[in-house]
């Protein structure tokens, strides 16, 4: 697709992120950007709902509409808004103690749902704003500020919950390869359903184990490989893998409807815009009490 | 000759004691008369000892009652256990095939009505909840209705039941109807059955009938005693009322689905009770930063922690007054009624796109689940609704979301609408919304921002609370006591006073409803110049006794408090009444 | 001469200006001096401004200066931003290199002490925090110390580091020390050196230390400012301390992990800051009802929502006073110092388990990340641990872990004792445990049960407040102004009293420390007797004001409130003293 | 194993159980006490730990410690509880809306850390004591209270997020058969880490849908095939049947260090057995600060 500049710059806010010069969510942000200009989609009607940590930041520096919420709760927002509002394109942008740490319950859940959102976890493996601790996916070992003799928790595999979650697109990008993230969001975006893109977006300043030359020396696309993104035991199988090699691109992908479609009284219109009660609605109502 | 009287059924839970009640209530309700009814259960599905309080008047009723003339009781604890509220002289209404009531038993004076219910009600069903139908035929008989109202009201009740259903019910209705003819004296009332049907609510199904008026398009609840009964209205009504209803994983979840909805423009409300709110507090304050719209109910319960969830208590006003962290405004409001909660819903509303905060409704268990009737003229349907302030495309220029305005409140843009795009965030930000907490906070310029938005957001509350109707006295001026009290047992008070003027002694009443903001001025001038007052609330500390001192210095030094998880009686503020003016 | 100076040290977030802070602290406080130490950063991890300002004085000091004498900036920032604190007359340390000062920027009169930082800096690494180390090289000379004191201080900051590292900063400190000698006339201060070392701590550590101290084997902890550095000092010294810390999925899992570790028997706390407590307020309830002893730390920052995450405020009181639905005993407790932190820590554990319940210690950003000097017998290591009623196998028979006492307070049995086994449940139970909230409740023999537990809990604050120290007035009694403060703000008000007595005005003080219960007596005798009464904290609604009205009527009219993120400081407390007591 | 009645009865508390007749919830609680009793425990020893909902009254009605908390907060109380006093075997019994409703987060971050605790959950696809609404194991197209024409959401398959999660025991029993039920409580509890038990405990009075009858017509038990539990695709596949057949038993088993054993000071003796610190220990460390 060729896409002007013009087109990108759609989507660049005014705010210059305030992140660590070469933090990983800097081409997060780029890919998003991106991925909204090539669907040529309008700022109006995109809604981008964060949480809290460095990586949440994200909505104040592009055009659409945003939602910064409270850390944890952004899924529950993004979804609710959703439902009020289906004509709305809704992205989530967290990070991975806010998406997958406080987050959990309503990860787990939101994929019951199955509503047309797309959630990009900026995964640094750590927690980036309160300057270091361990995060859910630290790896064993790593040594932070409130793990300074190494964590003990394993890791939780987000790629591997989602399939077991019964998300329908479960894919995992890498900041230092906008293009094929940029890809892997679009493709996100234009799925029916839930899906997550869980990014490897190095902080630079906290993770010195995690760097970009540490995934760098690990990644392979699946795309590359004669991987079935159908075929959710193959996807299992290789959510699981995660050490000299770490598969990026499509897990796995299927169809169920939306939780949007589950609405009878949304198939004629969004909820905004469905009428106040007329006064025979609710006389008519009101005769259930006499 | 007596215009009233209240009925208690009793039994085990599974008995259908419930549904015995209401079909006593929709009986009279249909038939011109008043009710009040209120439900004693436990939190255990089956086995506890569970009751249903009837009382039936000619007249508006404001209790239960604090005693029952007549007790229809299924089993012998209801002689064990409720002989203690059983008028002296009262009737009681049982099968003496189930049990005996031993002499011993006999602590006060009190006729027997015998039926056999069970022998009655084996000759159409081996279902045991059929002798509750034999019953009220018998009470139908009782209370000088003729059979055919009953009838009716089975007709109705069991209308989407076979046909074989419907007619067991009515020959058994027929059956206790007529046993109690031939064998036992009607009551002595004199109930008039030629008014018009009335309506029959409970207070959770009234605030979320007034929500629905109000435009409320979403619900969202994780169930929990005693806020479920509105969850299940509006997820029995969301089709018919174009509503969506979304019960999510848990109470977090619930309250930020229901900022999400707002935020992209619909009415939207969650319900929930103590333990529910606690989870819900760090959302509070993220609707009141964000400037997002929402109601919250919270219905009170027995606490602390789970405590007693089947019981009433009044005892979450610090909490909901202290829920989330920081200074910012929100709205608490305490209907004094069934009818006041249908009328506080769609105010809720109204105030909170006006003011785009979040208003909090703090309903009890008491006033949840009691049972009122209202004359059909009572709930107005042409209510006003207000939205507030929210932008459409092109009628403003230089769009700022958190715009620094005169009473606090700054254009609302909803997602979708074009050029006023904008993030809401819980970080501290500037007019534009963009965030001061970041690389600016500390700096003298964001010193600036900071002061004047948080200032801008506390006058909102300075505003309001100007358009809120300030509390009156109820009642002569110059009366000897003066009672205070707020959202369920307002009404508890009102019929106190009746008795204490019927012994001569004289005192008004101030109802609160709104709790937060608080009529300072007003209710600082009322209390100083009563002789001497009292205040009734459902709690240890005297919690909205604290909040007024807070705001008026003011210590009301006689209280009626409970807190075993019955609702306070008339009997109770009565008697205390008494002493205080005596003393 | 002056025995006092505040030196500021500002430049952008990575700029290493935190270790260059610590550096001076250090080297002040080990060489006898009293200092007091305060930064402002933000919620961005690169790129905002930010400083550091040290206070150093022969004398204790309560406050690190309203102004300034000297700013040591590494950019321009610290002109533009910083200049508004800086004396009329102070000095400005700068590399003319890097910036240039206009003359409009010149706002005020002060000295320009040029040093090539960079230059000098470069001669021995690339690395640009070198800068930092020239320009305490150079302080140090201006404060008369010797070199060697910096070269001891470099020695032992860099202890583990490798020599080269060493030896680069010792360079660099010897060349800023040499340049300083050699082109700048030293400050007109009078420093005693001779005194003994201090202790500096930050009031989180002295807190974390004091727990330490106090016995607590567990420690629960979701990252948040800023509370975040307790749970980092447990981490580290876990396995000296021979204690367990986790940092599981949300402040939820927190607290009830710090309720299962204090089920099971070990002395357990937990830290938040405000959103994270929100999370917690359910458990409060449950820590209560159980009757858990369990230690909550919140360390208040700018709210509301996520509002200004590296800001102080005090604005949080009502959030943990209202934790948790329904009426139950609580207790909070707002230190007063660094020191205070310390003592506050144990006796919290202490309360905890002697009256078995939670206890919230609120701090502030302000109070939780100011370094104070303490002198080493100030902490007294040899404390009182009283973990209250726990029973040992066959000390008692008839075993109720609910057993109702005139205190309130029940034997506690930890698991695996033989003998007491029992369920601590959050229904309302018996005296044995047993639940009343199901089958039995509303009945009327459990009507009384529920009311004996409701008062049992609610009798532990009653024996609690007698026992704790009740506030006094500090000050003469006769004073024309009776200040009122808590927690953070109780030092600045110190300050503010001397100025005020330099300036011919008489005031006192009266500090609060425990919050919850309060000693409503005692208070309110004080402020009856104040000619003029005034309060400070740093918040919009004046919090701990509406408490103390709300349990004494009394409203303390005065009031100095802030709530744009910065500490009060003395100037703020000692111009609105003036005001009122000449109006 | 032999096993006199008196065995049992020693986990038998003076307290009638609540449950309506036919609950599920009294098998679940027969086969508790008989796996404790066949393990030789003392009542002294056991702490079990419950949540909110008519499953979690359960420790009321045994003899040994119990601690029942709030709604979905069992599981972090359970691992505090464990971490300071290891000596104990500490049970958790909850329900599936306390479990894996507003529970879901601390079941999937638990698994992480693998503690030697054994969960329970009685799974009545409704919410029993809250008097029937939806829960998160409900059907889809279940009528309840809160979803009075169906369920949209689809159900969550613990079964299967337990294996993707990490547990290192993933069972499921059926209280209609106590004594397979029993027998893996039992070796629930003697697996060294943390064990998932679901167990289908139908809730006679308000999920009319999965009664007794509709689990017996269904389920079969994986011990019966040729299933092996240490092969995690294997189990992963098993976990996704759940239609005309569906299986009960051991589903996945592996062994992992447990949390306790990552605490090096742990390994002396129970933390509530460790002294205060000493004089000297604590001037050391204050030494830091000078
Ligand atoms: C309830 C609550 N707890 C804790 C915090 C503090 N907090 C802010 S951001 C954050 C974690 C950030 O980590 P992550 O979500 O991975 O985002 P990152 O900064 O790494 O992009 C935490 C714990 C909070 N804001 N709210
Ligand atoms: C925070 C909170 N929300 C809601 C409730 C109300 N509540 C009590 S039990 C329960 C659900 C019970 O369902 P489940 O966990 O499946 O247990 P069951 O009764 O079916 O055994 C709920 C929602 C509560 N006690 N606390
Ligand atoms: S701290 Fe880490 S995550 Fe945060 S902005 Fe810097 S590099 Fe990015
Ligand atoms: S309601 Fe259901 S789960 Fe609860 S006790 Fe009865 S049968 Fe069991
Ligand atoms: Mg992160
Ligand atoms: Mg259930």
């Not at chain 2, 620094?404 to 609408?417: D, H, K, Q, W, Y």
């Not at chain 2, 709104?514 to 709690?539: F, G």
Request: overall charge neutral; hydrophobic content about 40%.
């Amino acid at each position: 697709m060729t896409l002007a500049v013009a087109d990108i710059r759609k989507f660049v806010g005014e705010i210059r992120p305030d992140w660590c010069p070469g933090c990983g969510d800097f081409g997060v942000l780029n890919a998003l950007q991106r991925a909204l200009a090539e669907l040529r989609l309008e700022p109006k009607d995109v809604l981008i709902v964060s949480g809290i940590g460095c990586s949440s930041n994200l909505p104040g520096f592009t055009t659409t509409y945003g939602f910064h919420g409270i850390h944890g709760r952004a899924l529950p927002v993004a979804t609710a808004a959703k439902l009020a509002n289906h004509k709305l394109e809704v992205v989530v942008t967290v990070g991975d103690g806010d998406g997958y740490g406080i987050g959990m319950g309503h990860f787990i859940h939101v994929m019951r749902r199955n509503p047309d959102i797309t959630m990009i976890v900026m995964d640094n493996q750590i927690y980036g704003l309160t300057t270091g601790q361990a995060s859910p996916t630290s790896l064993q070992g790593h040594k932070t500020k409130s793990t300074p003799y190494g964590v003990i928790d394993e890791p939780i595999n987000p790629i591997a919950l989602a399939i077991a979650g019964g998300a329908t697109y479960v894919a995992r990008g890498f900041s230092g390869d906008p293009a094929h993230l940029a890809m892997l969001i679009k493709n996100g975006i234009l799925h029916k359903g839930f899906a997550l893109i869980d990014v490897f977006s190095p902080c630079v300043t906290f993770n010195k184990l995690n760097t970009y030359d540490w995934f760098r020396q690990r990644i392979y696309k699946l795309e590359e490989t004669g991987h079935d993104p159908r075929d959710i035991d193959a996807a299992f199988k290789k959510a699981r893998e995660f050490g000299p090699k770490i598969p990026i691109g499509l897990f796995y992908v299927t169809e169920k409807p939306t939780y949007t479609e589950y609405f009878e009284i949304l198939k004629d219109k969004p909820l905004v815009e469905q009428p106040m009660p007329s006064l025979e609605e609710a006389k008519e109502i009101l005769e259930e009490f006499l | 000759m007596n215009n009233s009287l209240a009925l208690r059924i009793a039994g085990a839970a599974g008995d259908g004691i419930e549904s015995a009640g209401e079909m006593v209530i929709k009986l009279c309700s249909r038939n011109g008369l008043h009710v009040f009814a209120f439900r004693g259960y436990q939190s255990v599905i089956r086995g506890g000892h569970v009751w249903y309080q009837i009382r039936i008047s000619n007249d508006k009723l404001f209790h239960f009652g604090d005693m029952f003339d007549v007790l229809i009781t299924l089993n012998k604890d209801g002689i064990t256990e409720d002989m203690p509220w059983l008028k002296e002289g009262g009737i009681v209404i049982y099968d003496p095939k189930k049990f005996e009531i031993r002499d011993n038993e006999k602590v006060k004076k009190f006729l027997e009505y015998k039926i056999p219910l069970q022998e009655i009600a084996r000759r159409f069903s081996t279902l045991s909840v059929i002798q509750n139908v034999v019953a009220i035929g018998a009470f139908t008989y009782l209370i000088k209705l003729p059979i055919e109202a009953l009838e009716n009201q089975i007709r109705e009740t069991f209308g989407d039941k076979s046909k074989e259903i419907i007619e067991m019910n009515l020959n058994a209705a027929r059956a206790g109807y007529e046993y109690a003819k031939n064998n036992l004296a009607p009551l002595a009332i004199n109930f008039d059955y030629s008014k018009k049907k009335r309506l029959t609510m409970a207070g959770n199904i009234a605030l979320a009938f007034g929500a629905y008026r109000a435009g409320c398009k979403f619900y969202a609840a994780y169930p929990m005693t005693p806020a479920s009964s509105i969850l299940h209205w509006f997820a029995e009504h969301a089709p018919k009322g174009k509503m969506l209803v979304v019960q999510p994983e848990d109470e977090i979840s619930v309250i930020n689905m229901t900022i999400g909805a707002a935020l992209a423009g619909v009415r939207a409300m969650c319900g929930t009770s103590g333990g529910g709110f606690a989870l819900m507090t760090e959302a509070i304050g993220l609707a009141a930063m964000t400037e997002t719209p929402i109601v919250v109910v919270e219905s009170q319960r027995g606490g602390p922690s789970t405590g007693l969830p089947t019981k009433t208590e009044q005892a979450d006003v610090f909490q909901v007054l202290g829920a989330g962290q920081g200074d910012f405004p929100k709205v608490i409001i305490a209907p004094t009624s069934v009818k006041d909660c249908y009328y506080t819903a769609i105010e809720a509303f109204n105030i909170a796109e006006r003011y785009q905060l979040p208003v909090i409704i703090l309903l009890d268990l008491y006033l949840s689940e009691r049972i009122e009737t209202l004359d059909p003229d009572e709930i107005n349907l042409d209510v006003k609704i207000d939205r507030g302030w929210i932008v459409k495309e092109g009628e403003i220029k230089d769009y700022k979301r958190y715009m620094i305005t005169e009473n606090g409140v700054s254009p609302r843009a909803l997602p979708g609408t074009a050029g006023y795009m904008h993030v809401a965030a819980s970080d501290e930000h500037d007019e534009k919304g963009n965030l001061v907490s970041d690389v600016l906070a500390g700096l003298p310029s964001m010193l600036k921002i900071r002061k004047a938005m948080m200032e801008k957001r506390m006058r909102k509350l300075e505003y309001l609370i100007k358009e809120l109707p300030a509390p009156r006295l109820q009642g002569p001026e110059d009366a000897d006591l003066t009672i205070v009290s707020w959202g369920s047992t307002c009404f508890t008070v009102k019929e106190a006073i009746k008795m204490l003027e019927e012994n001569g002694i004289v005192a008004n009443s101030l109802e609160l409803k709104y709790l937060y903001p608080m009529h300072a001025k007003e209710i600082s001038e009322i209390l100083s110049n009563a002789k001497r007052t009292m205040i009734v609330e459902s709690n240890y500390t005297s919690q909205v006794g604290r909040l007024i001192r807070m705001f008026t210095g003011i210590n009301i030094e006689n209280k009626v408090l409970r807190y075993d998880g019955e609702p306070i009686t008339p009997i109770d503020v009565y008697e205390r009444a008494i002493e205080v003016v005596k003393k």
